[in-house]
């Protein structure tokens, strides 16, 4: 398996407060992608970063901000979470575009009170 | 405006039948499709692809077939086995753009193989 590893793997936080998930992958992969998956919507894509300090916005990006200092690490933060963003997020990693997509890690379940 | 669209978001199915798993796009800059498969308190994991050069891609029970001119793909599991049962996301990309590399998701179908 691709090392990639997401933490925590469930938080609960207070509305109005800010959270930050970590991905940290040992695969030296360029590409490093947040998504959200909710009921009938699927994954939806956060931001995405293809580079060291390189990131962009997907679909769902309010509320959301990342960095990437560094290869191994992305990080995804909840300015000020809203129930909203009661969800569970999901980092993955992509070579480039390799035949089999993105790896993706187990998934931080979200719940904001 | 959903690009990759799963309009079945359940499918049931006998041990053993095949299972077949739809999935249109309207992207025509599509030239790449995947399928991941997902058990719950889990990450996707990749399970078969095709690019738009072909029109079938075959790998043990799992046959993904690509209709170019329809922007259609459709996933045959023969025979369906209870550890089938996962949800299945479609998924494709567009691989002659740039520098980005991005995988758009369709919404997912749950299978369930009952034995």
């Known amino acids: 398996d691709a090392g990639i590893t997401q933490s925590p793997r469930h938080k609960v936080t207070e509305t109005g407060t800010p959270v930050t998930l970590r991905c940290h992958q040992t695969?030296?992969?360029?590409?490093m992608y947040w998504y959200r998956q909710d009921p009938g919507h699927g994954l939806r894509l956060i931001h995405y970063?293809?580079?060291?300090?390189?990131?962009d916005k997907g679909e769902v990006s309010d509320g959301y901000s990342v960095s990437r200092s560094k290869t191994e690490d992305f990080l995804l933060t909840l300015e000020s979470a809203t129930s909203s963003q009661t969800s569970v997020y999901f980092c993955?990693?992509?070579?480039?575009?390799?035949?089999?997509?993105?790896?993706f890690g187990s998934g931080t379940r979200l719940t904001v009170v | 405006d959903q690009q990759v669209k799963q309009n079945s978001p359940s499918l049931s199915v006998q041990e053993g039948r095949i299972s077949i798993l739809n999935c249109d796009y309207t992207?025509?800059?599509?030239?790449?499709f995947l399928w991941y498969k997902k058990y719950p308190a889990e990450g996707p994991t990749f399970l078969i692809s095709?690019?738009?050069?072909?029109d079938k891609n075959e790998d043990g029970r799992f046959t993904v077939f690509l209709n170019k001119s329809a922007k259609h793909l459709s996933l045959h599991i023969v025979p369906s086995q209870p550890g089938d049962s996962a949800v299945y996301f479609c998924?494709?990309?567009?691989?002659?753009?740039?520098?980005?590399?991005?995988?758009?998701f369709g919404k997912g179908t749950l299978l369930t193989v009952n034995p």
């Open positions: 970063s293809y580079g060291v300090k390189d990131t």
């Open positions: 695969e030296n992969h360029r590409y």
């Open positions: 993955a990693i992509s070579l480039d575009r390799g035949p089999s997509g993105y790896t």
């Open positions: 998924a494709a990309s567009d691989r002659s753009g740039g520098s980005n590399y991005k995988l758009t």
């Open positions: 095709i690019s738009s050069i072909k």
């Open positions: 992207n025509s800059m599509f030239d790449y």
